[in-house]
């Protein structure tokens, strides 16, 4: 990298539900896209924004996190006020919530630990008017205390074949290990936080999708074991709504 | 009432983005007016819906309550699914949370003992994107100790003139009694809980304003108790956003 561009941390949280994913679209708005040409217009001569991870059509982030490179000319701009500039060029639904220069060679996904993802349940009759776009609706019983103690059985480094969504790419590797599977709250709201050094595609869609039928009683304990061991996509639940899944953090 | 009539208590939930408030409108749709009518296509012949408030355009409900008389012959329905048979028919920011069996006598408008509203701010240089029309963005810096000791001003029983919306009747009485204004939660995410026997025009809505001023240092304590005193409108600070307001709760 030439010494006349400088590197940028970004945070960004957006709204999914507009949008066909993170990423840039062949057909579909990427949110990428959008604050790509956000910095660019800003800041003439800066390099492709480059974020941390995918996202799915509809999901949503708190603290999804991007490089860029700015021309060390066009910053004219204070680093205080970098996010207020780009913001000011952004939809309301997408806002960059930190600005921070970092090392030349940081890069938001090669250098990513860990995330966490939370997922959202209304566990209720109705769904909630106010939260309805960020939250599944799972009306019936559920037992959350069945929903808790299998949580525990994802934590660990497992082959995550069968909790994997079928577009991965044969020769990845499905061997992840997950710090946090949590059900937390109170009925009828729940979160499941899900923490990880890395996700598979619909991965965290299918852990809450598959707890949500343990609580449903669908599942038990002892046939989830048997689902992570065999390593077969089609033995697991279902996958849960996009519109449920934030991602919340990526940790470095 | 005619003995072949059963009454109905009904916790109402919406998101008021799209709405000119709850109570039926001249131009534009009250929520009032699609209960209403979703009430009357499943239960031909039931009376008007009659709710405990009213709301401005914009304001959300959590915890909204009306009353609605139904023909006995019309119940087919058993109570436990009467939300249900109703949020059928309603648009999704919309949504009975509970209908149950009330006395011939109740009235959800002047049987209501109190309520509950909520004030949501948001003090980060960038709005929340996934919560952007739920809660008033409030940049810069806010004092939230300062907010909180005069919260406690508003408590107890007071003539709100100078806290109220000029649309007030002129014979009406502007002395409510407030039971709590407090200001909770952590920056950036800030909420004022505004609980007493009765609301003015404007009143939750001006509270919020006038603290978040006091939070900017543009009034102070002393000047509250003076406004409070004055009992004069064009003393009093900016009327917050509506979509920052929640009904909550409804006490009987």
Redesign the interface.
């Known amino acids: 990298m030439p010494s006349d561009f400088q590197k940028f941390k970004l945070v960004i949280?957006?709204?999914g539900t507009a949008y066909q994913g993170w990423q840039m679209q062949k057909i579909g708005l990427g949110v990428q896209q959008l604050v790509d040409e956000a910095i660019k217009r800003r800041f003439p001569g800066a390099k492709r924004l480059v974020g941390s991870s995918r996202t799915d059509t509809g999901v949503?982030a708190?603290g999804m996190v991007a490089h860029v490179e700015i021309p060390e000319e066009g910053m004219r701009v204070p680093i205080r006020r970098m996010?207020?500039a780009i913001?000011s060029l952004l939809p309301?639904?997408?806002?960059?919530?930190q600005a921070s220069r970092v090392h030349a060679r940081f890069h938001a996904q090669f250098d990513a630990k860990g995330k966490q993802y939370r997922y959202y349940i209304r566990n209720?009759?109705?769904?909630?008017?106010?939260n309805?776009q960020?939250c599944w609706h799972v009306p019936g019983k559920l037992d959350v205390d069945a929903m808790k103690e299998a949580a525990k059985i994802f934590v660990g480094r497992h082959n995550f074949r069968s909790i994997a969504g079928t577009q991965n790419y044969e020769r990845e590797s499905y061997v992840r290990t997950l710090t946090k599977v949590a059900v937390q709250g109170r009925k009828p709201d729940l979160t499941i936080i899900i923490e990880g050094d890395g996700f598979l595609y619909k991965m965290c869609r299918n852990i809450a999708g598959t707890l949500v039928q343990i609580g449903q009683g669908k599942i038990d304990a002892a046939e989830l074991r048997d689902i992570l061991e065999k390593q077969d996509r089609t033995a697991a639940g279902m996958t849960a709504p996009a519109h449920g899944l934030?991602l919340w953090k990526v940790f470095y």
Chains 1, 2 share one sequence.
């Open positions: 949280a957006f709204d949503h708190r996010a207020l913001n309301h639904d997408i806002r960059v919530l209720h009759h109705a769904h909630d008017p106010l309805r960020q934030v």
